[in-house]
């Protein structure tokens, strides 16, 4: 049995954005800023996007702005709030220890041009609360950027609060929502949100294109320049296929969010009693406030990488967090930022379920996964040297 349970890496083309794509590669294949008729064809097919887009997030379709993906809206918002707050003298950044790369990297890069950056910790259950961001919030603080839900352990941040704090100090607010739209309510007005990032193959849409939300008056900088396309806010011909996909499974996400909603967290809350029966075992992020989908846990005594790789061949397909960082042999900065130790960190699992998983499926992980793991201590000396009381355990 094959079984996808990485849909927090990337999901499935829904049937709805696979069809909304096809006519934009034979029939409506006009650039939408040419003035011809094939040209104003696609811009009418582009505004329909952005319209569609703009009413699932609860924006304006003047404040949608098409990216590439989730990275290059974080990017840019970011980007855009230190070289406004630059010109203002200031230069304090406030976001969180668990933060996706794609933020943790742009602020990176802007601490080595000058700036101060609070990176807040999360705690065991991988969450700040708006009193936090009050607390560091300070008279040169030009951005706070806090993720919607984090990616790895997929804890749900409490994004309204900190939104109100920051409309009440005057502080541009950014969230990357990436793992959070099309799984979870997301509303920009009523969540006090300034600049929010997403991706479209997250949410059954293609590879390749996202959204920067922007709020109508907050200041953008170009990050990529050229032609005068999304309102001279990102050069280059839009991806009017890949917009298309975004917008209709975007829509479909949002139609049945709340039936999905409930079927996917029951299968969630299933996995999640049955993996943690397993012994000396640990589920990461917060158990209430949680992604529908997410299911990340520790195994004490076993090394994620060959349980991901035993996984796979009983057809489970899984990852141990962020496919972004897969490549890198350290733990996961998520992991070690809730406080776990090196060595816990490095026996991580995470199990991300979607509108297509069945409970079939789940009964299949729930037989694999503890076999592995008992395969996989049953050849680790460390774990021997635990069971016989040689090394404590931890968990």
């Known amino acids: 049995m094959q079984v996808y349970l990485d849909n927090a890496s990337t999901t499935k083309m829904s049937r709805a954005a696979i069809e909304a794509m096809l006519p934009f590669y034979d029939e409506i294949y006009g650039n939408p800023s ?26 304006s379709p003047g404040e949608i702005i098409f990216t590439s993906g989730g990275s290059e809206a974080d990017n840019q918002a970011i980007i855009s709030a230190a070289r406004y707050g630059a010109r203002k003298g200031k230069k304090h950044i406030i976001t969180t220890a668990f933060e996706h790369h794609a933020v ?87 969540m006090n949100i300034d600049m929010l990032s997403l991706s479209a193959h997250k949410f ?11 709020k109508k008056g907050v200041p953008l900088s170009n990050i990529i320049e050229g032609g005068a396309q999304e309102k001279g806010k990102r050069a280059g011909t839009e991806n ?11 829509s479909e996400a949002c139609a049945g969010l709340a039936g999905n909603m409930e079927r996917i967290s029951r299968l969630r809350d299933k996995l999640i009693a049955g993996l943690g029966s397993i012994p000396h075992s640990v589920l990461n992020g917060d158990r209430v406030n949680r992604l529908p989908g997410n299911v990340h846990f520790c195994f004490e005594g076993i090394e994620g990488e060959s349980l991901l790789l035993l996984l796979d061949e009983y057809g489970v397909e899984a990852s141990s967090g962020s496919a972004c960082t897969s490549g890198s ?43 592995v793991v008992e395969r996989l201590r049953g050849f680790s000396p460390v774990w021997r040297d635990k069971v016989n009381g040689i090394k404590p355990f931890i968990l």
């Open 34 to 59: 040419s003035l011809h008729r094939m040209g104003q064809r696609a811009k009418e097919f582009l505004d329909k996007a952005r319209e569609t887009v703009a009413g699932c997030l609860g924006a």
């Open 240 to 250: 009017l296929a890949g917009i298309a996909g975004l917008a209709a499974a975007l």
């Open 104 to 190: 943790l990297h742009t602020v990176g890069k802007l601490e080595k041009e000058g700036y101060d950056v609070t990176y807040l910790p999360v705690g065991k259950t991988g969450t700040v609360s708006a009193q936090q961001v009050s607390d560091a919030i300070r008279d040169d603080t030009c951005l706070v950027t806090v993720m919607t839900a984090n990616n790895e352990i997929g804890s749900v941040l409490p994004v309204k609060e900190i939104g109100a704090v920051c409309r009440e100090r005057h502080v541009p607010f950014h969230t990357d929502a990436v793992q959070a739209v099309g799984h979870i309510p997301v509303n920009v007005a009523e």
């Open 204 to 214: 059954h849409g293609p590879k390749g294109v996202g959204v920067l939300y922007a």
């Open 329 to 371: 042999l350290d733990p996961s900065h998520v992991l070690l930022a809730i406080g776990h130790p090196h060595e816990i960190a490095h026996g991580s699992l995470r199990l991300t379920l979607s509108e297509y998983t069945t409970e079939e499926e789940i009964d299949y992980a729930l037989q694999a996964v503890p076999k």
